[in-house]
């Protein structure tokens, strides 16, 4: 697994670069939809998410051992794999928490044996009913009053500011929000502080303890990115002081080797150079073939931030003719290039975090 320093590294790009080729990922194996597990079809179908079985679980079995106190973020689409789906395994590794994003995600979860602690703050509390057990996020004083107001009782996480800037109570008025907290009724279950990605293991970790600096004292501090060694460090300097530390992409996709994403071609036609095609009526620049993949918007599926074509086949990248349809995606291929058969697959290249695939097959 890739590290950064001499440990597990706490950031890294929750992008699937295309495939290396490796023969793991050419096996059949099981797949699941959401709905249980039934054998892979012969051939591929719809956008699929192939995992390294052994490999992935080996992974996370390391992150778990390098990270005490671990409490799995499963938040949005669960980081590709489902949120109940990675909920259920966080349970069968041993968890008692996890990490959902917000309020509304609570529901995908409710059927497992776990607390939930939910990491964005909400305004919704009038108008959403949350359970007692559940763990919610304020960082401001207008959020804790509406949490005072509408959900009194109940473990509750106070977020500090970090120089991501995005919500938290300044340090120095912890105290004074724990104090009000406390006389609603509420406990404290930890604070939390999230630095940014941006930087080294050494400014986040510079960042964080002269935050822990200021925190009352005895109260438990929940971290994020911050690599395995930068977080025992934070530790040891702090003995009398409980962490637990927040992780969601190095847990679940900390080596990208395990994961490819494919989606599968279902047609292809031949086009002369000049020919329009596709909803915009696009000339193609010469002749070639038109490849028509399963993958469109309503999987997460666009060009990348440059611009570029995600989709990769034979280690070249295939052009878009357009942007991709809502559940298809049309690319081209100069004459004289490799053309994928029908029924073949190519690489895609996205973000998990923001892809709803077909299935997931595990090898």
Same mark, same amino acid.
């Given at each position: 697994m890739a590290s950064a320093l001499s440990g597990r590294s706490a950031a890294g790009?929750?992008? +699937? &670069?295309?495939?290396? *080729? #490796?023969?793991?990922f050419e096996r059949?194996?099981?797949?699941? #939809?959401? *709905?249980?597990r039934s054998a892979v079809a012969s051939r591929p179908m719809g956008l699929t998410l192939y995992v390294d079985t052994a490999a992935w679980r080996s992974m996370i079995d390391g992150v778990r051992r390098d990270f005490p106190d671990l409490i799995p973020v499963v938040k949005g689409n669960g980081y590709g794999f489902g949120r109940a789906f990675l909920a259920e395994q966080a349970a069968a590794f041993g968890a008692t928490e996890v990490a959902v994003g917000t309020v509304f995600e609570l529901g995908a979860i409710a059927h497992l044996p776990l607390r939930a602690t939910v990491l964005t703050p909400s305004l919704d509390l009038d108008k959403v009913q949350v359970p007692e057990s559940a763990t919610l996020t304020v960082g401001s004083f207008e959020q804790l009053e509406h949490l005072v107001r509408h959900r009194p009782r109940g473990p509750v996480v106070l977020k500090a500011m970090t120089t991501v800037r995005r919500h938290g109570f300044d340090v120095g008025d912890i105290a004074a929000a724990l104090d009000t907290l406390q /006389? &609603?009724?509420?406990? +404290?279950?930890? @604070?939390a502080l999230h630095p940014p990605l941006a930087g080294s293991d050494e400014e986040r970790r510079a960042e964080v303890e002269a935050l822990i600096d200021q925190l009352p004292d005895e109260t438990t501090v929940t971290l994020s990115h911050l690599g395995s060694e930068h977080y025992a460090r934070v530790r040891e300097r702090y003995p009398k002081r409980r962490f637990a530390i927040r992780l969601g992409s190095v847990l679940?996709?900390?080596?990208? /080797? $395990? +994961?490819? +994403?494919?989606? $599968?071609v279902i047609d292809v036609h031949e086009v002369r150079g000049g020919e329009r095609v596709g909803y915009r009526g696009v000339a193609v620049p010469s002749d070639g073939s038109i490849v028509i993949l399963d993958a469109g918007t309503s999987h997460g599926v666009h060009p990348l931030a440059n611009g570029d074509s995600p989709f990769h086949s034979s280690r070249r990248r295939l052009a878009l003719v357009e942007a991709p349809h809502m559940h298809v995606s049309l &690319?081209? @291929? %100069?004459?004289?290039?490799?053309? %994928?058969?029908?029924?073949?697959?190519v690489d895609v290249q996205r973000p998990l975090i923001s892809t709803a695939v077909d299935r997931i097959a595990w090898l």
């Open positions: 790009s929750d992008e +699937l &670069a295309r495939s290396g *080729g #490796t023969s793991r059949d194996g099981e797949c699941h #939809t959401g *709905g249980g /006389s &609603a009724g509420g406990v +404290l279950h930890s @604070v679940w996709h900390g080596d990208k /080797s $395990t +994961l490819v +994403l494919r989606a $599968t &690319a081209f @291929v %100069p004459a004289g290039e490799p053309v %994928p058969a029908i029924g073949d697959e």
